[in-house]
């Protein structure tokens, strides 16, 4: 008998207070990304700048965009060859990075020779690859600030806010699990599903509709 696997999610609210407790941080560029686009935090610690176009192309009415193709798993490959992706950036991503891109111009001048350049979107004050648990720690430092217990929540758990979110502004199943890089919508359905309904949304549209600023 298969275990039925249960997810949390913050709600709407929470997940507004969330962003706002970060802005200013270090990885606020990071819980961004996690909350808006879904992707997982292991492949969010293997982007490089060169996988990120922070402008797209408004004459072909492609926008700025991101290519998550790769994590920080053995290997370097993501969990699934369908979690290969491209996703459209929300505008709050884009602004978040940018101030990620300039933090980052500031550390390497700090760092001088000490700088370590591996194209990393998320990297340490000397440039190498961030630990799992110095952003774990990081993120429930923000979630206090927020007004919520910290023990409980971690940074995976904002990919089951993106999708409850969506979810809940009328996104189908198959878009959703094709936003989220899973192979087809058991997995979504099993672990993130909150509710159904049948209205064509796309993720970055919603996120810059719900998080408008």
Request: aromatic fraction near 8%.
């Amino acid at each position: 008998m298969t275990r039925e696997v249960r997810s949390k999610s913050l709600t709407f609210d929470q997940a507004g207070a969330v962003l706002d407790a970060a802005a200013g941080t270090r990885i606020y560029a990071y819980v961004v990304l996690s909350l808006l686009i879904g992707a997982r935090t292991e492949e969010l610690r293997a982007l490089t700048w060169k996988e990120v176009d922070l402008v797209g192309d408004p004459d072909k009415d492609i926008p700025p965009w991101i290519a998550v193709w790769r994590s920080v798993r053995e290997g370097g490959d993501t969990k699934t060859k369908r979690s290969r992706r491209s996703l459209a950036l929300p505008k709050r991503c884009v602004e978040a990075l940018k101030a990620q891109k300039e933090q980052q111009r500031r550390d390497k001048k700090v760092a001088g020779d000490k700088w370590k350049d591996h194209g990393l979107v998320f990297a340490s004050l000397v440039g190498t690859p961030l630990d799992a648990h110095n952003v774990r720690r990081a993120f429930r430092g923000i979630v206090k600030d927020a007004g919520m217990p910290a023990y409980y929540w971690t940074p995976r758990e904002m990919r089951h806010v993106f999708v409850s979110l969506l979810s809940d502004s009328g996104v189908p199943l198959e878009d959703i699990a094709r936003l989220v890089g899973h192979s087809g919508t058991a997995v979504t359905e099993a672990v993130y599903r909150k509710q159904i309904r049948p209205v064509l949304l796309q993720g970055a549209a919603v996120m810059d509709t719900l998080f408008a600023r």
